[in-house]
């Protein structure tokens, strides 16, 4: 079968199971999002094992080689995730998030430190190796906000205070967990070959820094005049298609210039557009086709990752280390946001927000067994420890909302903004 059938049949069953998951999971009161997650793990080879069907497994020859259908998908499922957190950036209450910058860099703060020493300590504790256990703490630093944002969505509580400082403190976390590892493997390099790898960490941080400026200084203007461009241009869905050509755009050069993950400048690039008269046209022509199309492809990717098997002999410390990967960040998100005037009960939605670490830690997971820090064994258990962070999220999210309304609620009523309208999921 060629490559393009292949892609054809899989994306319909992708499509379809994850849909009917999700919708069986709707109808039972769990979030949408994680009937699509288990979607993934029931194609994947911890059940079914799609990929060892001969319809799936094989490569089709194209002008460049050799593909797989697993590579294909890999590169859609990225995509998936540029077009979520571009989402994601233009329904965030732009306003309503320069209020709360304090509280998502504290929260992002505390959300690195916890996980970090809790982890490596525990790590170590185990007999792991110095090195491998301070890469498996900060692995734990990183947070992917990708799965919050699709349920922040789904339970409309993106544009409100607690969603905004989740939304902030998950793009500085990517920052501050970007440079703890480019440390690690300065570190590391400087241990197995002298001096001279500290400029590592030095270019590291002059990117991010001078990427940020240049996106914030630069970034609203380009858009701005990209967009008084659509009325040269004669033609339907223009102005989506200008601002897909921003996203992508953004998202390169976060990863090629910045050093940062390409959902970054995604999410960027969302909040540049929403601060412009068009971002309402843009949301609503891109959010059916993020919630029917990619969205879904990228959380059944997420799911087809998941190996349990692989957890053979690990299974009491990988208990302990979701613990720390869990109340690390509940802990510690949360105590930055109470700190910072939240209450206890809307810092704990803080907190358990910051939990999955999703793309961005196996971004991460795969940078540090790349730099050859940690084993094959470790690396496996590190991925599956990131994805069962992602999998345990929109329900322990869910359920820290129903805590949180009745707290919310009566915040909203003295504030005079309970007539602010919700997202439409």
Same mark, same amino acid.
């Given at each position: 079968?060629?490559?393009?059938?292949?892609?054809?049949?899989?994306?319909?069953?992708?499509?379809?199971? %994850?849909?009917?998951? &999700? $919708?069986?999971?709707?109808?039972?009161?769990?979030?949408? /999002? #994680?009937?699509? =997650?288990?979607?993934? !793990?029931?194609?994947?080879?911890?059940?079914?094992?799609?990929?060892?069907?001969?319809?799936?497994?094989?490569? %089709?020859?194209?002008? &460049? $080689?050799?593909?797989?259908?697993?590579?294909?998908?890999? /590169? #859609?499922?990225? =995509?998936?995730?540029? !077009?979520?957190?571009?989402?994601?950036?233009?329904?965030?209450?732009?306003?309503?998030?320069?209020?709360?910058?304090?509280?998502?860099?504290?929260?992002?703060?505390?959300?690195?430190?916890?996980?970090? /020493?809790?982890?490596?300590?525990?790590?170590?504790?185990?007999?792991?190796?110095?090195?491998?256990?301070?890469?498996?703490?900060?692995?734990?630093?990183?947070?992917?906000?990708?799965?919050?944002?699709?349920?922040?969505?789904?339970?409309?509580?993106?544009?409100?205070?607690?969603?905004?400082?989740?939304?902030?403190?998950?793009?500085?976390?990517?920052?501050?967990?970007?440079?703890?590892?480019?440390?690690?493997?300065?570190?590391?390099?400087?241990?197995?070959?002298?001096?001279?790898?500290?400029?590592?960490?030095?270019?590291?941080?002059?990117?991010?820094?001078?990427?940020?400026?240049?996106?914030?200084?630069?970034?609203?203007?380009?858009?701005?005049?990209?967009?008084?461009?659509?009325?040269?241009?004669?033609?339907?869905?223009?102005?989506?298609?200008?601002?897909?050509?921003?996203?992508?755009?953004?998202?390169?050069?976060?990863?090629?210039?910045?050093?940062?993950?390409?959902?970054?400048?995604?999410?960027?690039?969302?909040?540049?557009?929403?601060?412009?008269?068009?971002?309402?046209?843009?949301?609503?022509?891109?959010?059916?086709?993020?919630?029917?199309?990619?969205?879904?492809?990228?959380?059944?990717?997420?799911?087809?990752?998941?190996?349990?098997?692989?957890?053979?002999?690990?299974?009491?410390?990988?208990?302990?280390?979701?613990?720390?990967?869990?109340?690390?960040?509940?802990?510690?998100?949360?105590?930055?946001?109470?700190?910072?005037?939240?209450?206890?009960?809307?810092?704990?939605?803080?907190?358990?927000?910051?939990?999955?670490?999703?793309?961005?830690?196996?971004?991460?997971?795969?940078?540090?067994?790349?730099?050859?820090?940690?084993?094959?064994?470790?690396?496996?258990?590190?991925?599956?420890?990131?994805?069962?962070?992602?999998?345990?999220?929109?329900?322990?999210?869910?359920?820290?909302?129903?805590?949180?309304?009745?707290?919310?609620?009566?915040?909203?009523?003295?504030?005079?903004?309970?007539?602010?309208?919700?997202?439409?999921?």
């Amino acid at each position: 079968m060629s490559i393009s059938l292949q892609i054809l049949l899989f994306i319909a069953l992708l499509v379809l199971l %994850s849909k009917a998951l &999700g $919708g069986l999971g709707g109808r039972i009161g769990l979030p949408v /999002v #994680l009937g699509e =997650l288990l979607a993934g !793990v029931v194609l994947g080879p911890t059940l079914i094992d799609v990929w060892r069907f001969s319809w799936f497994s094989g490569t %089709s020859m194209v002008p &460049g $080689g050799p593909v797989s259908l697993a590579s294909v998908m890999n /590169v #859609l499922a990225g =995509l998936g995730v540029v !077009v979520l957190m571009f989402v994601a950036g233009l329904e965030t209450d732009v306003d309503l998030m320069k209020n709360t910058v304090a509280p998502a860099f504290w929260s992002a703060t505390g959300g690195v430190i916890l996980p970090l /020493v809790g982890g490596a300590a525990l790590a170590r504790a185990a007999g792991f190796t110095w090195a491998e256990a301070i890469f498996i703490g900060t692995i734990l630093t990183a947070t992917s906000v990708s799965i919050t944002a699709q349920t922040l969505i789904n339970l409309n509580r993106l544009r409100s205070r607690v969603g905004s400082t989740i939304l902030g403190a998950a793009v500085i976390d990517d920052v501050l967990g970007l440079l703890v590892l480019s440390l690690v493997i300065a570190m590391e390099v400087r241990s197995a070959h002298g001096l001279g790898s500290w400029t590592g960490v030095a270019q590291t941080v002059g990117r991010i820094a001078i990427f940020s400026l240049a996106a914030f200084w630069l970034g609203p203007r380009l858009i701005r005049f990209l967009f008084r461009q659509v009325r040269h241009l004669h033609g339907t869905h223009t102005t989506v298609a200008i601002a897909l050509v921003i996203c992508f755009g953004f998202a390169f050069l976060s990863q090629s210039l910045g050093g940062m993950a390409s959902i970054t400048g995604a999410y960027l690039a969302g909040l540049f557009v929403a601060a412009t008269p068009f971002h309402q046209e843009v949301i609503d022509d891109l959010r059916s086709m993020c919630n029917s199309f990619f969205a879904p492809l990228f959380f059944v990717s997420i799911g087809l990752e998941i190996n349990a098997r692989q957890l053979t002999g690990h299974y009491g410390f990988f208990l302990l280390i979701l613990l720390v990967a869990i109340f690390g960040k509940v802990l510690g998100c949360g105590l930055g946001s109470w700190l910072n005037g939240f209450t206890r009960r809307d810092s704990l939605v803080v907190g358990v927000g910051m939990i999955p670490r999703g793309e961005v830690g196996l971004i991460t997971a795969s940078i540090g067994y790349a730099a050859g820090l940690v084993s094959s064994e470790v690396y496996s258990l590190v991925v599956i420890l990131v994805l069962a962070t992602t999998l345990v999220t929109p329900l322990l999210l869910r359920y820290s909302f129903a805590l949180a309304a009745p707290e919310m609620e009566t915040a909203l009523a003295v504030s005079g903004l309970d007539g602010v309208p919700a997202d439409q999921g």
